[in-house]
T-cell receptor
Framework: DAKTTQPNSMESNEEEPVHLPCNHSTISGTDYIHWYRQLPSQGPEYVIHGLTSNVNNRMASLAIAEDRKSSTLILHRATLRDAAVYYCILRDVAGGGSNYKLTFGKGTLLTVNP | NAGVTQTPKFRILKIGQSMTLQCTQDMNHNYMYWYRQDPGMGLKLIYYSVGAGITDKGEVPNGYNVSRSTTEDFPLRLELAAPSQTSVYFC??????????????FGDGTRLSIL
């Protein structure tokens, strides 16, 4: 599986935008980029995913570099409730495989200051 | 909207005891998963199931067993508890259709300590 690299931790202030980076220099053409987050004492929750184009949903935006070797999760206005560990995960859709498992790294711990 | 429900939320076991962690989902999802998360680490896959009657090993299956007799339930069994199994256990499910990008839905975890 292609690997991802994320900073261990980041800080932000409430109501300011947050840009969470992820490097994936060995990404293949069939890898989708997924983001999950894990709030304190909870299970992970899906945030967003994309392949090549930038993506937006109600939770966040995903900006993908043109060469796809990096991506950035954007929280437009951080709130205290956004304090969590954010995981960047690559999902290979090629070659089938019925498990569709997720491979989690350590992620980025986001602290939001009031 | 219960989603994925795990019981118990907390448990302390003695070395050598056995227990079953329960997981049930009400979304009619075919795929179900068990992960464990050690302090400061990401989640590691223990077992998964693609449907009733079908299970397979993940990255760290040793010391665990699973069964999947119904679509809704996916219990995880620890037969001889060891201190190395102290962890937080998460169950997840996902729909079986719609492609690989369908998200997994997680429960809130079972915090297990083995002393």
């Amino acid at each position: 599986d292609a690997k991802t690299t994320q900073p261990n931790s980041m800080e932000s202030n409430e109501e300011e935008p947050v840009h969470l980076p992820c490097n994936h220099s060995t990404i293949s053409g069939t890898d989708y980029i997924h983001w999950y987050r894990q709030l304190p004492s909870q299970g992970p929750e899906y945030v967003i995913h994309g392949l090549t184009s930038n993506v937006n949903n109600r939770m966040a935006s995903l900006a993908i570099a043109e060469d796809r070797k990096s991506s950035t999760l954007i929280l437009h206005r951080a709130t205290l409730r956004d304090a969590a560990v954010y995981y960047c995960i690559l999902r290979d859709v090629a070659g089938g495989g019925s498990n569709y498992k997720l491979t989690f790294g350590k992620g980025t711990l986001l602290t939001v200051n009031p | 909207n219960a989603g994925v429900t795990q019981t118990p939320k907390f448990r302390i076991l003695k070395i050598g005891q056995s227990m079953t962690l329960q997981c049930t989902q009400d979304m009619n999802h075919n795929y179900m998963y068990w992960y464990r998360q050690d302090p400061g680490m990401g989640l590691k896959l223990i077992y998964y199931s693609v449907g009733a009657g079908i299970t397979d090993k993940g990255e760290v299956p040793n010391g665990y067993n699973v069964s999947r007799s119904t679509t809704e339930d996916f219990p995880l069994r620890l037969e001889l508890a060891a201190p190395s199994q102290t962890s937080v256990y998460f169950c997840a499910s996902r729909i079986g259709t719609g492609g690989v990008n369908q998200p997994q839905h997680f429960g809130d975890g079972t915090r297990l300590s083995i002393l």
